[in-house]
């Protein structure tokens, strides 16, 4: 069956179109979003939802959408998903953070210039017959010092523009590298010289705890008598009381606001002040954008929902189309990995480590980690997936460590899963053959080459004639038939592993039988989904 999207916001019908290219039903109801009740009602019946601003995903409307795999929003901000409570659930929540990058970034760049000429309040002047070229002094802004804050795609391209426009542009970024700076002309700074230098301040990074009110009555003190701020990122960036004071007192010259701490911003103590240009939210109005954005998030979903590529997800690991099958039997092995150790630990898990070894080193390691962990906690939490797997681990407080190395041994890659409790540590590892299909190479640190079946039973004792004829005769007066068995052991009367193959699950009374055996130091049944392998 054909995954089905629903598009609750107005989009453009070449995104529309483009569902249907790739084979996907769409249906488009672009006033849905604004009736909460027969959204709610509805959403039950579809895969994946794509929306603007105006649908609100909440929480009570996730836990309503049973089927629902995936969330495309056509932009860039997500405030109006609450992505924890999709995280839960185990829905990708995905943005397109480029189509509208340039013209925000265009969007700033005009407010540069319209604060610099006083063009918005000149243009009312003229219109209203007046001639005040004495009222409305400019200044030019070549040569003048642009700080940006947040240099990531819109800031860049800000950053890019200053530069051509002969301005003396630096930057406030912690993840902005030395070699990234070089390479856009920038200077790196921290934030309080930022403040100190520059002649016109532009916002460029989300809003975040961190980010909160970063320009307040604090930070406005510091900074040159008659700068120009500029925000067109996000409401509540500035604390928009602080820099009506510092408009009014001359601190702050002229101020250029796209995005307000309310919105709609329909009453504002900025609004009707001489030196502030305001703009409702339009950074990303432009035609082109409005294209763009939802031309992507319609690739984006369709890839994911046809392919199992994810791309710009908020809480997810990327995986391109590219890397999708050659990563996918990796991913279910990693899973597999997970899914063993799940089943055989009763105790609490305090850490887990996973090691890739070659060729899994250079693949896309947090979205194998993100499977791995969706395996070891699927035997208390049902209905976990990728997704939502690394949350529910972080709750409940699980150490998760990752280590890459090069090939070192015959395999050309593998996978090695240890987890550890207040009473012992467990490891398993696995790789992929050519016929993509996993297989576990090691376990309890005891070498050999086993298949994943659907339903097994796991057995570990010290090595002792005898075991094998025990367990057949234990399943054979049971009337448990035995498809297959693979063995292991790390030295002759050592530690020794048995693997038997089951055409159904191992009955719960005789896995007691097997138990009560004094040879038998465990006993585990198992249960794997090999659905693709």
């Known amino acids: 069956m054909a995954p089905r999207v629903l598009v609750s916001d107005k989009l453009s019908p070449t995104a529309v179109q483009i569902f249907k290219d790739r084979g996907v039903e769409v249906d488009y109801l672009p006033d849905l979003g604004k009736d909460k009740e027969k959204l709610l009602e509805v959403i039950g019946r579809y895969d994946g939802l794509a929306i603007r601003s105006a649908t609100k995903v909440t929480e009570k409307l996730i836990n309503a959408a049973t089927n629902l795999k995936v969330i495309g929003r056509a932009g860039i901000g997500v405030d109006n998903v609450d992505i924890p409570a999709a995280s839960r659930k185990g ?3 995905m943005n397109t953070p480029f189509g509208n990058s340039i013209t925000t970034a265009e969007h700033a760049v005009a407010m540069i210039f319209a604060l610099a000429r006083q063009i918005p309040e000149a243009n009312a002047s003229t219109h209203a017959g007046k001639w005040e070229k004495n009222r409305f002094m400019g200044v030019e802004i070549t040569g003048k010092t642009l700080g940006i804050i947040g240099c990531g795609n819109i800031g860049s391209i800000v950053a890019t523009r200053g530069v051509g426009l002969k301005m003396h542009v630096i930057a406030f970024d912690p993840f902005l590298s ?8 920038v200077d790196k700074v921290e934030l309080d010289e930022l403040f100190a230098r520059a002649d016109f301040i532009t916002l460029h990074t989300p809003l975040t705890d961190k980010t909160r009110n970063i320009i307040d009555a604090a930070a406005i003190a510091k900074m040159k008598n008659g700068v120009r701020i500029i ?6 960036l500035v604390v928009e009381a602080d820099l009506v004071a510092a408009l009014k007192s001359g601190k702050v010259a002229g101020a250029g606001i796209d995005v307000f701490e309310v919105e709609p911003a329909e009453q504002n103590a900025l609004f009707g002040m001489e030196n502030v240009v305001a703009t409702p939210h339009l950074g990303a109005s432009t035609a082109e954008a409005q294209e763009n954005v939802a031309l992507q998030v319609a690739e984006q979903m369709a890839e994911y929902l046809i392919k199992g590529a994810v791309s710009n997800a908020i809480n997810m690991p990327s ?49 194998l980690i993100s499977a791995a962990l969706a395996g070891l906690i699927r035997p208390q939490v049902a209905d976990v997936n990728m ?8 709750e409940r407080g699980i150490i998760v460590a990752e280590v890459k190395r090069d090939k ?19 490891s398993i590892a696995g790789t992929c053959f050519s016929d993509g299909k996993p297989r576990f190479i090691q376990i309890k640190g005891i070498n050999l080459d086993a298949e994943v079946g659907q339903h097994m039973l796991y057995t570990t004792n010290a090595d002792a004639p005898g075991i094998i004829g025990l367990l057949g005769t234990v399943c054979g007066e049971n009337g448990v038939n035995i498809a297959n068995f693979q063995l292991g052991r790390n030295r002759p009367g050592g530690d020794a592993i048995a693997l038997l193959y089951l055409d159904a699950p191992f009955p719960e009374k005789v896995l007691e039988q097997v138990r009560g055996h004094m040879s038998i130091d465990s006993a585990k049944r198992l249960q794997f989904d090999v659905g693709g392998i």
């Open 408 to 426: 070192s041994g015959v395999f050309d890659g593998y996978i090695k899963l240890t987890v550890k409790t207040e009473h012992r540590t467990r």
């Open 231 to 236: 925000n067109c990122a996000r409401g509540g």
């Open 319 to 367: 995986i391109t189309a590219e890397e999708a099958p050659r990563l996918k039997p990796f991913v279910k092995l990693a899973e597999v990995l997970g899914a063993f150790v799940g089943q055989v630990t009763e105790d609490p898990i305090s850490e887990v480590e996973l090691l890739f070894d070659g060729s899994t080193a250079t693949m896309n390691t947090r979205a």
């Open 387 to 394: 997704v939502s797997a690394p949350i529910m681990v972080k």
């Open 178 to 185: 030395d070699k990234r700076a070089e390479e856009l002309g």
């Open 91 to 93: 829905i990708i929540v």
